[in-house]
């Protein structure tokens, strides 16, 4: 099969031919048609994360058709269309993921290939209103999303809610999951035209986290937000807990901007904020999630589709936060 | 009657006769037998507070008896042993206070005096276990505990909570409570004495916040913390966060230390932890404290007990945080 690998920690993905792996027990084989990048492959590929192991072929996302089944799998899962859940072992307690919970694409090869062979509950059909490159978009980012905005955000139509960083794979779902229930979304980006691609996706408004008082044009000019979906922290933490209404939720699920550097605890409980942090999504957000999303028939936004031999381009693209939506790998290319 | 008015910023409180002001519509007054301090009676006479006005007699809390009672107010007040609900119009809104939200104290004259007249409304029954010294100590820390440990906490007795800077009136009524429902409680001080009394009181374990290890001793040595109630903030709030166990709740009602100078989010997110602000507490707090107090038979630790006459030595003992429990004020003395 054809895969693209990493061997070492700051050295281009290299596309190498690898035997397919045989499903063991309880799993399965896909024949993938796509693949989708996340910021995690990135961060592995800077030697930012912890337990890495190489070589490895990374990716957490994938969609295809099943191609082999191992022992106890049955033959029905065969020639299925099918997209893969990339939080394994998340555990018994919904509110947290235990500590065995890993993410598909480190340790266990992932989806920049061919082919991969899963444990089959990991495995689930593919929603009938996406193409499989659409399909491959939604897994984590969309569960990262749906756990941030509704599990531990408490998203309600009745919410203004901010999310930052608009054009994330995490903040895009969260937009489209904040206007599927009729919620009022704003959001952040230094992008006119990022702005104007929510605007068009339903958000009221966006504002240009560069300027110094766009919180202050936001609470001028709308009502105050109840629900703040956040990937970013550093130095516009502040920012947030500013614009924030009374009792209003702040959900994080990353910080690429690093450790906020002011955190006003006085505003925090004068306040009454709450201050969530999220990660992933267990195994019941990921079903909810794939149930909102056909209800509500949204489709992954595809910022662009890449041949699996350009994943490094691909990677490249995710590093300068120019996309719009997810980074597709076509691995059947 | 006698009163402590604050003139000027950093001067010290004066003691002077003034007339007893008549109740209005709905108002009683109340022959104060105590009152108590506040870190909030502090911060007003050095002038860290929005919207001082001068002159004003401090103190918010406050206990005594029902000496008349204004027009629609019915006698059946007079002679009745009562204590006040300091926090006033905090709205319909359970989740925050109201803008219109204001505490017994400032600006409206509060309870270091011989007489107070406040709208019946705040207006409660002593508990029949305490004296009126200790009803006294009861109501500003004893909501504010509640509604930290209780509305936004959750507290139950599956918790091991981690309460900080114990001797603090909020700390100290957080403990009881926590002891109260049978969860384990841990405390941290800078005081051996207060750590002693604290495990007198039920404490599992208290931990010297000054050691830069003390958080990794309370996980070598116990179950990780589920629950933390802190006023504090500062430089040690990055140690809270190490020493929450995944999926914690950390619930502050102060920042005494400042704010935060390290919040690592990636620690946030990755174990799902969840910071709640938290202050005063609704009216349904304060019956529901009252409630749980009775049925506990919570008695309020009472540090010390002053004259008015020596209000400003009771301050500069809270300013000190030498205290265990509530500084009281004698009123009638």
Redesign the interface.
């Known amino acids: 099969m054809k895969s693209l690998v990493l061997d070492r920690i700051k050295s281009p993905l290299v596309l190498v031919d690898r035997e397919v792996p045989e499903p063991d027990n309880g799993e399965v084989t896909i024949s993938l048609s796509a693949a989708a990048l996340n910021r995690r492959d990135f961060w592995i590929t800077q030697g930012m994360y912890p337990g890495i192991r190489l070589p490895v072929i990374l990716g957490s996302d994938g969609a295809g058709i099943v191609s082999q089944v191992g022992p106890g799998v049955s033959d029905d899962w065969l020639g299925r269309e099918v997209m893969i859940n990339p939080g394994w072992h998340w555990g018994d307690?919904p509110?947290?993921?235990s500590p065995q919970f890993q993410i598909l694409g480190m340790p266990h090869d992932g989806t920049f290939a061919s082919h991969v062979t899963v444990p089959v509950e990991s495995v689930h059909a593919k929603p009938s209103h996406l193409d499989l490159h659409q399909a491959a978009a939604l897994p984590l980012a969309g569960v990262t999303a749906y756990r941030a905005t509704f599990t531990?955000g408490h998203l309600s139509a009745d919410d203004h809610v901010l999310i930052t960083g608009i054009g994330g794979g995490v903040a895009t779902f969260a937009l489209q999951y904040a206007v599927a229930v009729g919620a009022s979304a704003f959001v952040t980006s230094s992008s006119p035209e990022k702005i104007a691609r929510a605007i068009a996706l339903g958000a009221v408004a966006g504002y240009d986290y560069r300027a110094e008082d766009w919180h202050q044009q936001l609470k001028a000019e709308h009502e105050p937000v109840s629900l703040i979906i956040d990937g970013a922290?550093g130095d516009g933490?502040a920012r947030l807990i500013d614009v924030a209404a009374?009792?209003a939720r702040i959900v994080?699920?990353?910080?690429t901007a690093g450790?906020?550097s002011?955190?006003?605890?006085?505003?925090?409980?004068?306040?009454?904020?709450?201050?969530?942090?999220?990660?992933m999504g267990s195994p019941a957000d990921f079903t909810s999630m794939l149930k909102f999303v056909a209800q509500h028939q949204i489709v992954p936004i595809v910022d662009h589709v890449h041949p699996l031999a350009d994943g490094n381009a691909a990677l490249q693209r995710m590093r300068s936060s120019d996309q719009f939506g997810k980074i597709v790998l076509a691995t059947d290319a």
Chains 1, 2 share one sequence.
């Open positions: 307690d509110s947290v993921q531990r922290g933490y009374p009792a994080n699920y990353g910080a450790p906020p002011n955190v006003e605890l006085f505003k925090v409980f004068w306040k009454q904020l709450n201050l969530a942090g999220s990660t």
